[in-house]
């Protein structure tokens, strides 16, 4: 079944303790993204990848970090994560070229306290 | 900077009462404009693509319209299970392809 998977689906944690939340996508898609979503604010684009060892800014990269060492594989690394990334994040990938439908995963749900 | 305003936020609706959903962009150049279905608790569904002024695309009871300026996602006779937030989001041709914008949706209910 073509899918991505994101790893863990919820996530507690304190102020300053280093976290990865894995992403995984099992279609040979070369795109890549890391999105948030906070009530009021809608989706937004925090990193994405257009193939291995290419990543780019999204519209939030403050405080997050990506590598693409695989295609299949997208991690977000929180480094020091604050409270205010508290917040349901999205990884979605895509078959490069213009137009292709993004395939999302279910979600991840992270508190920071 | 590219910008998606969706309006209005939440709408109600009667079951078979048509409506239409409102997405406005401002982009350097379109790409291409995406709308999605997102349930609760889930990742966005993609629906549609659209390409250029005059485009139209349909999926059962969604229609998709696309102006220089916004879209339009028309439900007609909706049902109870069309109830979702659609998302609306652009990508520019002066930016990469995996850059997307996306706006805060609108929020369908249908009541039986």
């Known amino acids: 079944e073509a899918q991505v998977t994101q790893n863990p689906r919820y996530l507690i944690t304190v102020t300053g303790k280093k976290l990865t939340v894995t992403c995984s996508q099992n279609?040979?898609?070369?795109?890549m993204s890391w999105y948030r979503q906070d009530p009021g604010l809608g989706l937004r684009q925090i990193y994405y990848?257009?193939?291995?060892?290419?990543?780019d800014k999204g519209d939030v990269p403050e405080g997050y970090k990506v590598s693409r060492k695989e295609k299949r594989n997208f991690p977000l690394i929180l480094e020091s994560p604050s409270p205010n990334q508290t917040s349901l994040y999205f990884c979605?990938?895509?078959?490069?070229?213009?137009?292709?439908?993004?395939?999302f995963g279910p979600g991840t749900r992270l508190t920071v306290l | 900077e590219d910008q998606v305003t969706q309006s209005p936020e939440a709408l109600r609706l009667q079951e078979g009462e048509s409506s239409s959903l409102n997405c406005s962009y401002t982009v350097s150049g379109l790409r291409g404009l995406f709308w999605y279905r997102q349930d609760p608790g889930k990742g966005p569904e993609f629906l549609f693509t659209l390409y250029s002024a005059g485009e139209e695309k349909e999926k059962e009871r969604l229609k998709a319209t696309l102006t220089k300026k916004e879209s339009f996602l028309h439900i007609t006779a909706p049902k109870p299970e069309d109830s979702a937030t659609y998302l609306c989001?652009?990508?520019?041709?002066?930016?990469?392809?995996?850059?997307?914008?996306f706006g805060d949706g609108t929020t369908l209910t249908v009541k039986p």
């Open positions: 990848s257009m193939n291995v060892e290419v990543t």
């Open positions: 979605a990938s895509t078959l490069a070229g213009t137009g292709n439908e993004q395939f």
């Open positions: 989001a652009v990508q520019a041709i002066r930016t990469n392809a995996g850059k997307s914008t």
């Open positions: 279609m040979n898609h070369e795109y």
